[in-house]
C-alpha cells in the first residue's frame, strides 16, 4: 500500500503518493506561486505549510502537478472529478 499525503487546496484535493514520488522536483519548480511543494529530507515532494498565505494560481498549480513524470500528484476538483494528470 502507498505512502499518501493528502491536502485540500483552493478546493482542489490533492494527492502525492509518496512512494511514486523519485524527487525531480517538476512540481517544486513549476509550482506557480512556489508555496506548495517543498523536498523533505528524503528528497520526497511534500506540502508546504501555507498557513497564512494568498490562494493560488490553480492553472499554473494544475500544470506542475501534471508535469510530474511519475504521476505522483493526483488532483481532484470540487465535484472528485480527476483534474491531474
Excluded at 519548480?29 to 497564512?52: H, N, P, Q, Y
Amino acid at each position: 500500500m502507498s505512502e499518501i499525503d493528502e491536502q485540500v487546496i483552493s478546493g482542489l484535493t490533492v494527492s502525492i503518493d509518496r512512494d511514486l514520488c523519485v524527487g525531480f522536483g517538476d512540481c517544486i519548480d513549476l509550482g506557480g506561486d512556489g508555496d506548495v511543494f517543498e523536498f523533505d529530507e528524503e528528497g520526497i515532494a511534500v506540502f508546504r505549510d501555507r498557513a497564512g498565505l494568498p490562494e493560488i494560481d490553480q492553472e499554473a498549480f494544475l500544470d506542475a502537478c501534471r508535469a510530474c513524470p511519475v504521476d505522483a500528484i493526483v488532483v481532484l476538483d470540487g465535484d472528485g472529478e480527476q483534474v491531474a494528470p
